[in-house]
């Protein structure tokens, strides 16, 4: 898909399924405008129209029937998100009309776009990077305004410029080993070798650092609530959603099974799952309530394990998986206190105490100290480049010069897939792969 079939006229509906107050038909393509001619009707002609200006008209059918009225913004090659000549004929979002109107734009002779090929092609005009491809996709799916942010930033290059921030110092260190290999005489300073290498494995490191958060920003993170029976688990997730989605009652052992419930966090986009008791239990259906809850325990970004602190603490009977992350909170705070701990957070699902310093200790868990002014890693392919380029640094470090060159020389090329400046053709399309048709 990356390479063949990039040369014709595609098109597609831009905007959401569904009715809405305004719905546009992309057309991209050497013949866009003049497919454009053909379904627009104005005072102007979209193919005699300069770039950056709007014809309001009407979109008609080949036999001249009135589809609707609109507008027809004219983009002209390489001032267009694509890169190539660009028409957009926007119309109202009823269904029917859009169908209509991409119907005829098909007669005129486009094709029906893939999923993601109009950025694609922005891609390969040079128009964004593939980190940029991909914080339009982000983007496009942000529920949250954390995620927005990053997306926004990535879209902006932001990312792209941290990336090439590193590569100027391993550009550096290469320039004087090379050096070094041609003029051993002469000797290279340490401030054109050893520095910009401590430096660009420093800021990588830095970059590094933001994974999580930034793959946790995007795709949102998933809380596993664990504790005893009447821990408060079910009391605690109903008054972090606001409302009663869980069963509170005094008996232990009402959650058998899991339960989930979706909100904002943090700034995050979060599942929190109340889990059944952990206990020793010969009530086979509970047993395996209490299994499924380490189990889920063990697939959570963050376990919130509670324990009752108004009666004697006790460990809880079964063991955490061992890559687990734990942030302990002590409930029923607004009863009087069997024993406290420094090392947990006291909260009360009745009175609303402690919850403010939850929510600020599940953000600093959930996005760590990851900087706000600049983007972050979000997705895995980003992330596999970055480690891979922090190894190749790390192993330069140890190694004779010529060992060295090379070790940096596939450090730069790992960083240029990071960007997309040199990737494999099936890493491009498994990227666009995910994306919908008509962006």
Sequence with gaps: MTRTGLSDTIAAIA???GSAGVGIVRVSGPDALSIADGVFRGRGTPSRTRGGRFLSGALVAGDGELLDEGLCLVFRAPRSYTGEDVAELQTHGSPAVLSR??????????RPARPGEFTLR???AGRLDLAQAEA???LVSAGTDTARRQAALGLSGALGARVERVASHVTRTLAAIQALLDYPEEGVPDEDRAVPLAAAEAELTALLGTARAGQVATRGARLALIGRPNAGKSSLLNALLGYERSIVT???GTTRDYLEAQLSLAGVPVTLVDTAGLRETA????????RQAVRLAGGADLVLALEDGSVEREALPAELPPQARVLRVRTKSDLPAAWT???????????GEGLPGLREALHAALLGDAARGEAWLTTERQVDAARRALAHLQAARFLPDDLAGYELEEALRALAELTGRDVAEDVVDAVFRNFCVGK
């Design 101 to 110: 109107v991409l119907s005829r734009v098909l007669e005129l002779g486009a």
């Design 136 to 138: 339009v996709l982000e």
């Design 122 to 124: 922005a891609y390969l």
């Design 341 to 351: 701990d420094p090392t947990t957070l006291a909260v009360s699902a009745v009175t």
């Design 15 to 17: 905007t959401a399924p």
């Design 250 to 252: 005094p008996l232990p």
């Design 283 to 290: 009530d086979e259906v509970e047993a395996a309530g209490v």
